[in-house]
């Protein structure tokens, strides 16, 4: 069977798309989508995707009216942390620690909500 080999965008809609896009860029160093063919995009490093479809009621989202999470890979899940909150975003990480690493949850601008994993 032929299989997709990873994920090539993320798109959802926003209020206001180029101040969220500035928040991303700016706070979690997500480059915008390039204006042209010659800027390459923001690319990720190598390493694992779940892609988990949750139930309509899930409490795992936070705000019903949500219906995505993402969830973000970081080297150094205290550091990103205290960035965001320097920049006034409200970070809680979660005390347990798993086998397969540490988690924390935030919201951008708009309340979307974010999961932070730093693998093990």
Do not use: H
Request: hydrophobic share 40%; proline share 9%; glycine share 8%.
């Amino acid at each position: 069977m032929e299989k997709v080999t990873g994920i090539g965008g993320f798109f959802f809609r926003s209020k206001d798309p180029e101040a969220l896009g500035r928040w991303y860029a700016e706070n979690l160093g997500i480059d915008p989508v390039p204006k042209d063919y010659d800027t390459p995009p923001w690319t990720t490093d190598a390493g694992a995707t779940v892609f988990a479809p949750f139930p309509q009621n899930t409490a795992m989202f936070g705000d019903e009216s949500k219906q995505w999470m993402i969830n973000f890979r970081v080297r150094d899940l205290e550091a990103m942390a205290a960035q965001l909150r320097a920049a006034g975003t409200e970070v809680d990480i979660e005390t347990e620690v798993y086998p397969n690493g540490r988690f924390a949850t935030c919201k951008d601008p708009e309340g979307n909500p974010i999961q932070l994993w730093q693998p093990a």
